[in-house]
């Protein structure tokens, strides 16, 4: 209605007042249309990264946490699908990035989401912080030149996301011996809601995943650690969790046919061949 009247009108003010409005309208549409929607549901999603770590949880209550972001020695293209895919379910800014550990095939692409999408906050755990390494330095500084604090988790932390809980774990480090490395001081990301419970457990196995799992509790969804090494997926970390489901992010499924042994009747997805795979987890508890 505005673009005719504009057309019809001669006093020149009223002119500019209608066009005004026309703007004001179109802008007004856009940001409605580019503003994301709120799932009902909880939502996880698993990027196929190749051999690597990123996965997206999207709450009821419109926050959405990036869990780890890196591939092996694809750092950039791993950053860039993980971009694609937010923006894709129309988030134009990240309430946090989680990164478990200092291993770069779950935090080399983070630099790239930094330069793209604004980021509240990165959560992550003392060790990696404190890491010597130069490319864990470089997110630590890139964090701070774009105004982004950096938040030390500890073990036993949760944050309430509306009817959702999120919360972390860790072994105790006093108890891990001096050479224990990256993979066993992984922090863990446990998601609730509705009954149900996702597991995303880093590269956490060994020495580092003793007395940490058995307070997880079963889960009906489990990214299976360290990308399906048989030195994380143990018969004890299965008798422990008893997933339904085990989502195996690799570039190849290598150890696929082990995991259906030690997992039993657990459903296996595989990124490398079906893509993406996202969980739903509806108000009701139904899960798919």
Not at 199 to 223: C, I, K, Y
Request: hydrophobic residues 40%; charged residues 20%; proline residues 6%.
């Amino acid at each position: 209605m505005l673009v005719p009247a504009i057309l019809l009108i001669r006093w020149r003010p009223l002119k500019r007042i209608a066009v005004l409005c026309l703007y004001g309208a179109i802008l007004a549409a856009f940001r409605t249309a580019t503003q994301p929607v709120p799932p009902c549901d909880l939502r996880c999603t698993v990027l196929d990264v190749g051999h690597g770590s990123a996965a997206v949880l999207e709450f009821p209550s419109g926050e959405v946490i990036l869990v780890d972001g890196g591939s092996m020695n694809r750092g950039e293209r791993a950053g860039d699908v993980i971009c694609r895919f937010l923006w894709s379910r129309g988030y134009r800014r990240l309430n946090a990035v989680f990164i478990s550990h200092a291993d770069a095939d779950h935090y080399n692409a983070v630099p790239t989401v930094l330069n793209r999408i604004p980021v509240s906050e990165i959560l992550t755990s003392r060790e990696f912080v404190n890491s010597d390494s130069a490319s864990v330095q470089s997110v630590i500084q890139l964090a701070d030149a774009a105004g982004t604090p950096v938040r030390i988790l500890s073990s036993g932390d949760w944050a309430q996301m509306g009817r959702s809980l999120v919360r972390c774990l860790q072994r105790d480090l006093q108890k891990l011996p001096i050479d224990a490395d990256d993979n066993e001081k992984s922090l863990i990301v446990i998601a609730e809601h509705a009954g149900r419970r996702i597991v995303l457990p880093g590269d956490l196995e060994g020495r580092g995943s003793q007395n940490v799992f058995h307070s997880v509790g079963p889960a009906d969804v489990l990214v299976s650690p360290h990308h399906g090494s048989p030195t994380a997926n143990t018969p004890e970390l299965a008798a422990q969790l008893s997933p339904d489901s085990l989502i195996l992010s690799a570039r190849r499924p290598a150890n696929a046919d082990r995991l259906r042994k030690v997992f039993g009747n657990a459903v296996i997805y595989h990124t490398s061949e079906i893509g993406a795979v996202s969980v739903s987890i509806a108000p009701n508890g139904h899960l798919s």
